[in-house]
């Protein structure tokens, strides 16, 4: 079984600041992590994945992403936020040993960036 | 480049009434997966198929059946709504076995509004 873990319901931070959203996993055979994106009354966008490779993850609109085995965590980050960055972020994983099984959300982060 | 086309967009059905939505995915994607998200709440996996057999069954209420047509376009049938059943609805596809892992591509999603 997976699960995430984000242990913030929100993070506030000013515009031009770097933010960070944090999430923890847990999963039996092999981490494929992502995180996306939701603005209010929309669908879920993807922003980046980690499936192998290079720890440092970098995705869409500047916002990347590192893998950490020992920690079970992939925290979030960018080092300059926008207001537009507002929006509820989900972090995911699903075992890569096990086919197509399905995404397992964690309960959200909502950022808000202060202009 | 095509996305997953879910319909109808919004749906308002009354306490008892029964509801279809509809899923379309991204052309040879072969894998659909459906999530329920209720307000404030993390997306929770319903059910998915591969190659229109049921694959995966998360907490799917015994009101709510889907099935993947030989087309490869998915329906979720909910009988005797009930007014906890208002939510987001979220369609997804992707290739099975981790061939072009993306993630998974969500749909717009249905917002079911049960009076």
């Known amino acids: 079984a997976q699960s995430v873990a984000q242990p913030e319901d929100q993070v506030n931070v000013a515009e031009g600041n770097p933010l960070t959203v944090k999430c923890t996993y847990s999963?039996?055979?092999?981490?494929?992590l992502f995180w996306y994106v939701q603005y209010p009354n929309r669908g879920l966008q993807f922003l980046l994945k980690?499936?192998?490779?290079?720890?440092l993850v970098k995705g869409s609109y500047g916002f990347e992403a590192e893998f950490n085995k020992s920690q079970t965590s992939f925290h979030l980050k960018k080092p300059s936020a926008l207001v537009s960055d507002s929006a509820l972020y989900f972090c995911a994983v699903r075992d890569g040993n096990s086919g197509n099984t399905p995404l397992v959300f964690g309960k959200g982060t909502r950022l808000s960036v202060i202009a | 480049a095509a996305g997953v086309i879910q319909s109808p967009r919004h749906l308002i059905k009354e306490k008892r009434e029964t509801a279809t939505l509809k899923c379309y995915p991204i052309p040879r994607h072969d894998t659909v997966y459906w999530y329920q998200q209720g307000p404030g709440q993390d997306p929770q996996f319903l059910i998915s198929?591969?190659?229109?057999?049921?694959?995966d069954k998360g907490s799917i209420p015994d009101r709510f059946s889907a099935q993947q047509f030989s087309d490869y376009h998915s329906e979720l049938n909910m009988s005797s709504l009930e007014l906890g059943d208002s939510a987001l609805y979220f369609c997804?596809?992707?290739?099975?076995?981790?061939?072009?892992?993306?993630?998974?591509?969500f749909g717009s999603g249905t917002r079911l509004t049960v009076v």
């Open positions: 980690y499936i192998t490779g290079d720890n």
């Open positions: 997804a596809s992707s290739l099975a076995g981790g061939r072009e892992d993306y993630g998974y591509t």
């Open positions: 999963v039996s055979g092999n981490p494929y």
């Open positions: 198929f591969y190659e229109k057999m049921q694959s």
